[in-house]
């Protein structure tokens, strides 16, 4: 079962609004992944955040290793139609990386 | 740098049957992970191969199953398939180091 959760579940935004979704966990994670999901398409990845409050930007997005390393946060400034989609955080199981586990994800509409 | 590609990207099947899906990673990435991706169960990990060797698999019962080849590419089969396997099966591939993992566009199984 999924030891992600994420809100909120969905979001439906005017074109231009500013966007906060988050992701939480009972256990610390030592890596944040988040993606975007179109439909009928595999995840891809947006941000990788690998150290406890960092927060790194990628154009108009912005995501935050929370400091407990139970938590992290992604934002999405100044909304267009093409942010449409479902964003999903995710984190490494294992020390390996090799196995993934998914929150299950925040839906996002934008109206233009 | 050409992305994951996976095949078929539709497929229909009787229950019963058995399917065989292809995934060939980026080049240079040796590890393939892949996962099942159902409305009501959200992404769930499958099983991960590296050198042709699987290294972790996720809870799903031994009817799944998959190998990789000595050029990383990797395929996953379904036996006897049931109604419930009808998903969106994702493959992700990432180097050794970073937790990054990349995915393809899927395949979506339908059983009928």
């Known amino acids: 079962g999924q030891q992600l959760n994420q809100s909120p579940q969905s979001m439906f935004i005017q074109e231009g609004e500013d966007v906060s979704m988050n992701c939480t966990s009972s256990s610390i994670f030592n890596t944040w992944l988040w993606y975007k999901q179109d439909p009928g398409e595999g995840p891809v990845l947006l941000i990788a955040l690998y150290k406890a409050g960092e927060l790194t930007s990628n154009g108009r997005l912005t995501a935050q290793f929370g400091i407990t390393r139970k938590d992290s946060f992604l934002n999405i400034s100044a909304s267009i139609p093409s942010d449409v989609g479902i964003y999903f955080c995710?984190?490494?199981?294992?020390?390996?990386?090799?196995?993934?586990?998914f929150g299950g994800g925040t839906r996002l509409m934008v109206k233009p | 740098k050409a992305g994951v590609t996976q095949t078929p990207r539709y497929l229909i099947k009787t229950r019963g049957q058995q399917v065989t899906l292809s995934c060939s990673p980026i080049?240079?990435?040796?590890?393939v992970s892949w996962y099942q991706q159902t409305p009501g169960q959200g992404l769930q990990f499958l099983f991960e191969y590296f050198s042709e060797t699987q290294r972790n698999k996720g809870n799903f019962p031994g009817r799944f199953s998959g190998r990789q080849f000595s050029n990383s590419r990797s395929e996953m089969n379904v036996s006897t398939l049931e109604l419930g396997d009808s998903a969106l099966y994702l493959c992700?591939?990432?180097?050794?180091?970073?937790?990054?993992?990349?995915f393809g566009p899927g395949t979506r199984l339908t059983v009928t």
């Open positions: 992700a591939s990432r180097r050794i180091g970073p937790y990054e993992q990349y």
């Open positions: 995710a984190g490494p199981l294992n020390n390996a990386g090799n196995m993934l586990t």
């Open positions: 080049s240079g990435h040796r590890s």
